[in-house]
Nanobody, 114 residues
Framework: QVLLVESGGGLVQLGGSLRLSCAASGFTFSTDVMRWYRQAPGKERELVAGINGNGDFTTYADSVKGRFTISRDNAKNTVYLQMNKLKPDGRDVYYC???????WGQGTQVTVSS
């Protein structure tokens, strides 16, 4: 069974940082592309960042380039999203996604206060 469990969300001040984690199980993690998405209340889920299996290729939404960094530790079956210079984007829920299995995590909420 493919399982993704996010953690690391919370309340952070404007301009602050958070690191999200997504622990994966049930598949050969090191060969799979992984992605982070986010969803604001009342809006569609949007792609934030993606990373290939060995971590040497990453992609980002224009809105987060230069502020967010996606990375992975294949020994720990975990993908990370380091978020810096957070903007007052409200209360977004961040989701981890494994495209090959079309599987989402449960999400972790990030609230940026001004």
């Amino acid at each position: 069974q493919v399982l993704l469990v996010e953690s690391g969300g919370g309340l952070v001040q404007l301009g602050g940082s958070l690191r999200l984690s997504c622990a994966a199980s049930g598949f050969t993690f090191s060969t799979d592309v992984m992605r982070w998405y986010r969803q604001a209340p009342g809006k569609e889920r949007e792609l934030v960042a993606g990373i290939n299996g060995n971590g040497d290729f990453t992609t980002y939404a224009d809105s987060v380039k230069g502020r967010f960094t996606i990375s992975r530790d294949n020994a720990k079956n975990t993908v990370y999203l380091q978020m810096n210079k957070l903007k007052p984007d409200g209360r977004d829920v961040y989701y981890c996604y494994a495209p090959r299995f079309a599987t989402w995590g449960q999400g972790t909420q990030v609230t940026v206060s001004s």
